[in-house]
């Protein structure tokens, strides 16, 4: 059983951008991010954003807004971002307020500028497997996983568990276009799927999006799969500091038994996220020198 080791390849791709970032003549990447609120989890995403950027040499602004900040003060702050020419990349943190609605304020942004990938243009592009656009940061690092891993998925079975539009859609459209990481028969399931085991011990590969701790169990794979755990949970552990620990979506005691590659939680797709959205911020500022 080979551990994918997330750390280490996101690592790998972050000295990557430093040595290009650093080769750049003249001005230097900028992503501005926007926080509405004090989450704790999205504090601590965005603080990580940011140290990321600075040890690449990519500018970043951030903007903090109240949790009661109407939609009009937050698409007046996004418009300014978007005409701002030294700004290439705009992130808004979620998850956002329940007053505010995410799809329209991720598509309130640029596309150009839209280094999450979640406006409907870029999601688009992805359907019609047009290369211009940005694809979630997310899925564009399971594919660096799998294949920095040398996981084979020509010809394969990928089952993504979960239909997000962040993970799972995404990660099912990469894995079925045609290119390199892709040309798989994929099943896409949820929690309307019927018999679920049974489709998911046809996996050779395995994407688990579903946020339900240790759902996947050894009973539920089969010898050799590669699986791609994208889940965090906190569990209770009182024999921890903080009271609780992070698992995934797979229980991986039992599951890595039979698996080939397996990602552990934390450490495996979490680093990639961060690592894919300074790589579109690149891509992003580029675009806007040519």
Do not use: W
Not at 104 to 132: A, H, Y
Not at 192 to 213: E, F, K, Y
């Amino acid at each position: 059983m080979q551990l994918i080791d997330g750390n280490a390849i996101a690592e790998s791709i972050i000295e990557e951008l430093t040595k290009e970032v650093g080769a750049l003549p003249g001005k230097k990447p900028v992503i501005a991010v926007i926080r509405v609120g004090e989450d704790p989890a999205s504090v601590s995403y965005v603080r990580k954003k940011e140290k990321t950027a600075a040890r690449i040499g990519i500018g970043s602004r951030m903007h903090i807004l109240p949790e009661d900040v109407s939609k009009e003060d937050l698409f007046a702050q996004i418009d300014a971002l978007n005409a701002d020419p030294d700004v290439n990349g705009i992130l808004i943190q979620a998850p956002l307020p329940n007053h505010i609605d995410e799809t329209e304020t991720f598509n309130r942004v640029l596309p150009g500028k839209d280094v999450d990938g979640f406006n409907t243009i870029n999601i688009g592009k992805l359907c019609q497997e047009d290369s211009s656009g940005f694809v979630a940061c997310t899925p564009a690092g399971i594919v660096q996983l799998i294949e920095r891993s040398g996981i084979e998925t020509q010809g394969k079975h990928v089952v993504v568990l979960g239909r997000s539009q962040i993970v799972g859609k995404p990660a099912a459209l990469l894995m079925v276009r045609k290119a390199v990481s892709g040309n798989a028969t994929v099943t896409i399931c949820h929690s309307r799927t019927q018999d679920l085991p049974s489709i998911t011990r046809q996996a050779d590969v395995l994407i688990a999006a579903i946020g339900r701790p240790n759902f996947v169990t050894g009973d539920m794979v089969k010898e050799g799969v590669a699986v791609i755990d994208v889940g965090i949970n906190r569990v209770v552990d009182e024999s921890r500091k903080s009271g609780y620990r992070l698992v995934g979506d797979v229980d991986f005691e039992a599951v890595s038994q039979k698996a080939s590659h397996i990602t552990p939680v934390p450490g495996g797709v979490g680093p990639m996220t961060v690592a894919m959205l300074m790589h579109n911020t690149l891509r992003a500022f580029k675009a806007s020198q040519s």
